[in-house]
């Protein structure tokens, strides 16, 4: 077998800890083989395990759980015992002084991290229980009997070069949901829940429960619901009964409602949810004028059907090789081709590993830009915004071609280019504008804490999981990061090289050849991108299953690209073929020209 680095993760025999399926959940399931459609949870897509991959269910660990108690207690240091230097004294230390503050231009744009992101909250949200007060964690420090999930906060120096203008010196943090402590399921080590379905089934989109996807469905002609907005066609909003709150943001007018709660993060986001909304209305469209007879329910199921796959297709065709490397997705059986069709595996585990979700595929977050352009027909620029000024609010991209200008600028300008820092305002303004408690906060911080919170291991054994030379001493890092001089600042802040954080190790390492992340984040990427492929018995080229596409259902959806999906749902006049390069002004779409044809969809309706 060939693809040895998955199989090596594969083979570490992933203990599959079936406690919360058999301890913590009453319902029966009755699953069956011959339903053609996917649940809108996940549940039955493996008939053994019906649970498997679903939303609301635990992570898996790829490792045993790295708690000071064994338990929950965050790490500590392995020498003496003593907590890990702050998730922030660490960003300073370390990332914050070598940051350049302006982007160093990438060879991808800005769709590279846009994907990215939508894709990310298709297939995992560990989220805090903000339902819990207090909702600001920091503001409880000190007090007598702290909640447990406020016992992380994080400590700001009173130094900080960033912070101490504004005079915070705690950023508020919230430790995710688990089976023992929200769910009432005693196991320990504690485990995070997944709120999304591990598959990628656009369930950011469609939402990962039968009663979130009802909500936003229509009933109509399988439609999404839909409201005009300045003679053009949106998403419903959330109903805010006046208010003018979006999340945690004040003094907003559109705030939308979709089936993931992050949707209103940022307008790049944004985009994605309303073309992506707006291509199944276009898909349902279409196939009611060639099946007149098919009810509601048929046509939300078969558009669903076809934006899932369109979805798969950009991740393993064009992403991943972009993200991975091609050579790398080749080898190790995460590429995609046409006439080697998904082996679907029951024993595939289809879950995402908590070290993926809480660490590794964060690592993307190197490319999120300072601004966004917006550029007219002409190419100039018409706005230039902040992204943590403009979080949470929709406002800026309603008003008529806004949408059109913003999709410009994603496309034509260069990305941030993946080096080991995020940009200067996610890491000291991030969520500027919010409300109080929830405002200004740094997200390298947040990774830190969100690894350390989840238990994963540190950085020294993911590189053992993946099967690399093992790291002993910090000489043995020599080689291994872009600036052997990083090894120095590390040995400031850890007392020892098993000490270091695992995103702050494997955002310091050079990025493998044509990827864009280093080789340990890429092999922990890897695993869990096989595993929701090959433990997904309703990945769109499974073959001979009941709701298998033919073979020129599937001709259809290799034609098409993201490029097609934003001509066909804007009103872009050309767009370049390849969506993830800049400047490639040669190659073009012109959209009028480019048209959606389900023929192939096409039943009798005799029998
Ligand atoms: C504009 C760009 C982005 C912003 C502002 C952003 C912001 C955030 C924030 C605030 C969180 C929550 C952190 C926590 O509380 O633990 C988060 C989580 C996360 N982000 Fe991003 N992100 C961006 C882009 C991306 C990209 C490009 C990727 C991957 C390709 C990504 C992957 C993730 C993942 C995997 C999580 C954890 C999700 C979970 O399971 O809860 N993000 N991001
Ligand atoms: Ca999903």
New binding site residues.
Partial sequence: DSFDEVNLIKTRKVVIDNTFYEKCVSKQFTCYSSAKYRSMDGTCNNLQNPLWGSSFSPYIRLDKAYYADGNFSMRVQFRDGKPLPSARTLQVGIFWMQTPSWDIPDINNYQ??????Y???D??????NFAVPPNDCCEVQGQKNIPLSCQAVIKVEANDPSYSIINKTCLP??R?MTAAIDFNCPIFPQI?F???TAFIDASQLYGPTPKKAASLRSFQGGKLKTEEINGQKFGIQVQRNGSKLCGGRNNVNYCFNRGDV?NN??F??ILYEETFLRFHNLITDLLIELNPHWIDETLYHEGRRIVIAFEEIIVYRDYLPI?LGKDYCDSVGLSLSKDNKTVYDPTIMPQ?AVE??????????N???MFYYFLDQNYDVTEIYK??EF?GIADQIVPINKLEELLRGMCYNQGRSPLPNYNPL?TSR??HGWVKGAAD?D?AS??V??GR?SGIPPYYKFREICGFKNITSFNDLVGIFYDDFDIGRLQLFYDSVFDIDFIVGALLEKNVEGGMVGETARCIIADSFFRSRNGDRFFFDVPDQPGSFTEEQLDVLWSLDLSQLFCLTTNIDQLPVDIFKPLEVLDMYDCKSIELNLGPWKVDNTG
């Fill in positions: 590279v991290n846009q994907f990215g992101q894709l990310a909250h297939i995992t949200l560990m989220p805090s943090f919230k995710a995070p997944n709120q999304q992050r993060q940022h790049g986001l993200l995402l993926f979700s809480a660490a590794a595929f964060r690592i993307p977050h490319v999120a830009p992204l943590n979080m996610i991030l969520f906060q997200l947040i990774d804490q969100r919170d």
